[in-house]
């Protein structure tokens, strides 16, 4: 492991525009003076390929109040206006000839001073009548209404525009069954809806286990100008109220995009409003989160201790907003309808990549986030000839994507010694017992309320505070780094019960007065036993989360499982995972929440506009390390095994590649230390060591279709 001196390396945190200046020798007597919206450490570094002697001669924010921006314009006009600065021309480069990079933006016989005056000049015309500049304001978004409105032509992405032309191919191949690999954020719905117009489909069903997800279709449909004039979003609902709607959709000539859940599709009787559903030929079928199965499936999904079996069940109940679907169950429903292709989804399909269900023409994406991370890097890079630096950062087709810095941690030394004990009593699923409430149903005494290990959870949450020091943790909520660029501003944490999230929502409020900073946040309890009655809807929650933020009032939202898959919440910026989970594909659906774009644009009265990224990092929090070894090792095996790269040697290549884009930070005897490649093989062989064959057993990954071959399956069942 690398020692860490300070995490000025890695933590950037929220970046708001800045003016920086820098001078060199290679154009003497010239400063140039610009604007960016990334870290200025990122933007110089970019310039010193052309100028690698450059010198940092200035930095400022370009702020005059919390939601009004200004850009380098506004700068230059003062500089060659007021100050009668002159900028370099082209013809003067003749006189430079070690300079191979021109840029109008370099102004002759300037120095800091004379940017600093045109700042204050700025501010001081804002404060007045703000008539001299421009200023670029804080767009006030609409109210959401019944039909979204219109939100312009989308763009596909590089990456996206792959898929759409290998869904081409494959259908033109006479391919029927295919899988969109694609990790979360990258915009699955749209792709996908992109390849249903590619090919002419009329009528696209979009099927899910989750019911939450409906809200994102029904916005990708009605806001994009690419489907809002030639689709119809049809729900149950609209379904229910009018049995013949997608034949009034046909009549106006119109596609229909008919979202419904596999529970809405249950049950042997034929629903009167899916019968117009079921006698038409479906162009597409979409199946959003295709592993849905898995959670019935023995791959990990589901841990075995009796209480807490149980109330895993109870995480997939109406009340907290999941549907719970058996996988027999769901093939079952969607056999009998008619379709012509099907076109499965999924950002975490580790089961089934492990399987022989898709062949590798079937498999139109297969896109992780480290891949997004590098070519939102390149885009920059390769910005950088443009010449004029005005092709505006935002415009990268990956702005905004944020970079995921991973915190492996060991609990409190008290919560370590209670851990030791129950593993020499044979407790595997530590996490889940030192979280475990008094009573995981709720009791009339308030017992769901308190924690068995109530001191040891305390003074693990005192040590993240930064109220109390552990060797092991490190109490990030009271880094300077982290506060100054606005980070952990609304937390999620995800627990092993329902009453988990009550009790920890009792612990918060009584030792607020106690807590550095955890008792300024607003506890939003969504999956306690109560909490169907208080958020009923996910729209609500979102809402609640929006609002704290528009007010500067930070959260923490309490959860299980809700809202951990297909719903996103832009403002969450930091998760601290504290149940147990030895699916890969639960952790990642859970942990990559964090990772959509949240970008504020900003206008000026002439309509032009700036953006603002409000979320450039995020931050995962893990307390048991040797899990998120092990989560990126299985995670790196699975991509080397379909990228038909075999071996210890591609392994740890991968591993190398996704930590230097999602570096895993930890704590060894008080310094924080930098995790490498080696280092994470070194753990998981140390810990398989560790374990008996049974349990390694337990974790092998199982190609289902091989129980299909009638000599396996006696074999097997022989040996049983």
Same mark, same amino acid.
């Given at each position: 492991?690398?020692?860490?001196?300070?995490?000025?390396?890695?933590? %950037? *945190?929220?970046?708001?525009?800045?003016?920086?200046a820098?001078?060199?020798d290679?154009?003497?007597?010239?400063?140039?003076? &610009?604007?960016?919206?990334? +870290?200025?450490?990122?933007?110089?570094?970019?310039?010193?390929?052309?100028? +690698?002697?450059?010198?940092?001669?200035?930095?400022?924010?370009?702020?005059?109040?919390q939601?009004?921006?200004?850009?380098?314009?506004?700068?230059?006009?003062?500089l060659?206006?007021?100050? *009668?600065?002159r900028?370099?021309?082209?013809?003067?480069?003749?006189?430079?000839?070690?300079?191979?990079k021109?840029?109008?933006e370099?102004?002759?016989?300037?120095?800091?001073?004379d940017?600093?005056?045109?700042?204050?000049?700025?501010?001081d015309?804002?404060?007045?009548?703000?008539?001299?500049?421009q200023?670029?304001?804080a767009?006030?978004?609409? =109210?959401?209404?019944?039909?979204?409105?219109?939100? &312009?032509?989308?763009?596909?992405?590089?990456?996206?525009?792959?898929?759409?032309?290998?869904?081409?191919?494959?259908?033109?191949?006479?391919?029927?069954?295919?899988l969109?690999?694609?990790v979360?954020?990258?915009?699955?719905?749209?792709?996908?809806?992109?390849?249903?117009?590619?090919?002419?489909?009329?009528?696209?069903?979009?099927?899910?286990?989750?019911?939450d997800?409906?809200?994102?279709?029904k916005?990708?449909?009605?806001?994009?100008d690419?489907?809002?004039?030639?689709?119809?979003?049809?729900s149950?609902?609209?379904?229910?109220?009018?049995?013949?709607?997608?034949?009034?959709?046909?009549?106006?000539?119109k596609?229909?995009?008919?979202?419904?859940?596999?529970?809405?599709?249950? &049950?042997?009787? @034929?629903?009167?409003?899916?019968?117009?559903?079921?006698?038409?030929? %479906?162009?597409?079928?979409?199946?959003?989160?295709?592993?849905?199965?898995?959670?019935?499936?023995?791959?990990?999904?589901?841990?075995?201790?009796? &209480?807490?079996?149980?109330? /895993?069940?109870?995480?997939?109940?109406?009340?907290?907003?999941?549907d719970?679907?058996?996988?027999?169950?769901?093939?079952?429903q969607?056999k009998?309808?008619?379709?012509k292709?099907?076109?499965?989804?999924?950002?975490?399909?580790?089961?089934? @990549?492990?399987?022989?269900?898709?062949?590798?023409?079937?498999?139109?994406?297969?896109?992780?986030?480290?891949d997004?991370?590098?070519?939102?890097?390149?885009?920059?890079?390769?910005?950088?000839?443009?010449?004029?630096?005005?092709?505006?950062?935002?415009?990268? =087709?990956? $702005?905004?994507?944020?970079?995921?810095?991973?915190?492996?941690?060991?609990?409190?030394?008290?919560?370590?010694?209670?851990?030791?004990?129950?593993?020499?009593?044979?407790?595997?699923?530590?996490?889940?017992?030192?979280?475990?409430?008094?009573?995981?149903?709720?009791?009339?005494?308030?017992?769901?309320?308190?924690?068995i290990?109530?001191?040891?959870?305390?003074?693990?949450?005192?040590?993240?505070?930064?109220?109390?020091e552990?060797?092991?943790?490190?109490s990030f909520?009271?880094?300077?780094?982290?506060?100054?660029?606005?980070?952990?501003?609304?937390?999620?944490?995800?627990?092993?019960?329902?009453?988990?999230?009550?009790?920890?929502?009792?612990?918060?409020?009584?030792?607020?007065?106690?807590?550095?900073?955890?008792?300024?946040?607003?506890?939003?309890?969504?999956?306690?036993?109560?909490a169907?009655?208080?958020?009923?809807?996910?729209?609500?929650?979102?809402?609640? /989360?929006?609002?704290?933020?528009e007010?500067?009032?930070?959260?923490?939202?309490?959860? #299980?499982?809700?809202?951990?898959?297909?719903?996103?919440?832009?403002q969450?910026?930091?998760?601290?995972?504290?149940k147990?989970?030895?699916?890969?594909?639960?952790?990642?659906?859970?942990?990559?929440?964090?990772?959509?774009?949240? #970008?504020?644009?900003? !206008?000026?009265?002439?309509?032009?506009?700036?953006?603002?990224?409000?979320k450039?990092q995020?931050?995962?929090?893990?307390?048991?390390?040797?899990?998120? $070894?092990? !989560?990126?090792?299985?995670?790196? @095996?699975?991509?080397?095994?379909n990228t038909d790269?075999f *071996?210890?040697?591609?392994?740890?290549?991968?591993?190398?590649?996704?930590?230097?884009?999602?570096?895993?930070?930890?704590?060894?005897?008080?310094?924080l230390?930098? #995790?490498?490649?080696?280092?994470?093989?070194?753990?998981?062989?140390?810990?398989?060591?560790?374990?008996?064959?049974?349990?390694?057993?337990?974790?092998?990954?199982?190609?289902?279709?091989l129980?299909?071959?009638s000599? %396996?399956?006696?074999?097997?069942?022989?040996?049983?």
């Amino acid at each position: 492991m690398k020692e860490i001196e300070t995490l000025d390396e890695w933590i %950037i *945190g929220r970046v708001e525009p800045h003016i920086y200046a820098f001078s060199t020798d290679r154009i003497p007597g010239y400063l140039k003076v &610009g604007d960016t919206c990334r +870290p200025v450490k990122t933007r110089l570094k970019e310039w010193r390929v052309h100028f +690698p002697d450059l010198k940092q001669e200035f930095e400022a924010k370009a702020v005059v109040s919390q939601d009004v921006f200004f850009r380098d314009y506004s700068v230059h006009e003062y500089l060659t206006g007021s100050l *009668g600065k002159r900028r370099l021309l082209p013809d003067d480069m003749k006189r430079y000839p070690r300079a191979k990079k021109y840029s109008r933006e370099f102004f002759k016989d300037t120095d800091r001073l004379d940017v600093q005056e045109a700042i204050d000049d700025i501010a001081d015309s804002f404060s007045k009548d703000g008539r001299t500049y421009q200023f670029y304001h804080a767009c006030t978004q609409l =109210p959401r209404e019944d039909v979204y409105p219109s939100a &312009g032509f989308w763009t596909l992405r590089p990456n996206q525009k792959k898929a759409v032309e290998a869904f081409k191919q494959a259908v033109a191949s006479q391919r029927t069954n295919l899988l969109m690999y694609a990790v979360m954020r990258f915009g699955k719905s749209f792709t996908a809806l992109c390849c249903a117009k590619e090919i002419g489909a009329r009528m696209v069903l979009v099927v899910s286990a989750k019911a939450d997800v409906a809200e994102e279709w029904k916005k990708t449909v009605q806001s994009a100008d690419n489907f809002n004039r030639d689709y119809v979003f049809l729900s149950s609902e609209q379904m229910y109220r009018d049995s013949s709607v997608i034949r009034e959709v046909r009549k106006n000539k119109k596609g229909a995009v008919i979202f419904l859940t596999l529970q809405d599709l249950q &049950g042997t009787d @034929l629903k009167e409003k899916h019968k117009e559903l079921f006698s038409s030929e %479906i162009d597409l079928m979409i199946v959003d989160e295709t592993h849905y199965g898995a959670r019935a499936e023995s791959y990990g999904a589901v841990i075995r201790t009796a &209480g807490y079996e149980k109330d /895993i069940r109870l995480k997939f109940s109406e009340d907290d907003g999941d549907d719970f679907v058996e996988a027999e169950t769901a093939k079952e429903q969607l056999k009998a309808l008619s379709v012509k292709i099907k076109l499965h989804l999924s950002g975490t399909p580790y089961r089934i @990549l492990m399987s022989s269900e898709f062949a590798q023409e079937d498999v139109i994406s297969f896109c992780q986030f480290s891949d997004i991370v590098r070519e939102q890097q390149e885009w920059d890079a390769q910005n950088t000839e443009l010449g004029d630096e005005k092709q505006p950062e935002w415009e990268n =087709p990956y $702005f905004g994507f944020p970079q995921m810095i991973r915190f492996a941690f060991t609990p409190n030394q008290s919560a370590l010694a209670l851990l030791e004990r129950l593993k020499r009593n044979g407790v595997s699923y530590a996490l889940s017992k030192l979280f475990q409430p008094v009573s995981i149903t709720k009791k009339a005494d308030g017992s769901h309320k308190k924690f068995i290990h109530e001191r040891e959870v305390f003074e693990l949450f005192a040590a993240i505070d930064g109220s109390r020091e552990e060797e092991g943790i490190f109490s990030f909520l009271n880094d300077d780094r982290i506060k100054d660029g606005k980070m952990c501003r609304h937390i999620v944490c995800v627990l092993p019960y329902c009453a988990s999230c009550d009790a920890l929502e009792a612990l918060l409020l009584s030792h607020a007065d106690s807590f550095l900073h955890l008792g300024e946040y607003r506890i939003l309890n969504i999956s306690g036993v109560d909490a169907p009655k208080r958020y009923r809807t996910v729209k609500k929650i979102k809402e609640e /989360i929006k609002s704290a933020e528009e007010e500067d009032q930070k959260t923490i939202t309490l959860t #299980v499982n809700r809202m951990l898959t297909g719903s996103t919440v832009e403002q969450w910026d930091t998760m601290i995972f504290l149940k147990d989970t030895a699916s890969p594909q639960e952790y990642d659906q859970a942990v990559f929440r964090l990772q959509n774009q949240y #970008v504020t644009s900003y !206008m000026d009265a002439d309509g032009n506009e700036i953006k603002y990224n409000r979320k450039p990092q995020t931050l995962l929090v893990d307390f048991d390390p040797h899990r998120m $070894f092990r !989560m990126q090792e299985q995670k790196s @095996l699975i991509y080397t095994v379909n990228t038909d790269s075999f *071996g210890n040697r591609s392994l740890k290549q991968r591993m190398e590649e996704e930590i230097a884009v999602s570096p895993i930070i930890t704590v060894n005897r008080g310094k924080l230390k930098e #995790v490498e490649a080696a280092d994470i093989l070194t753990a998981v062989s140390e810990y398989s060591d560790s374990r008996g064959v049974k349990e390694e057993a337990g974790d092998l990954p199982v190609d289902a279709a091989l129980f299909e071959i009638s000599t %396996i399956r006696e074999e097997i069942k022989k040996q049983a």
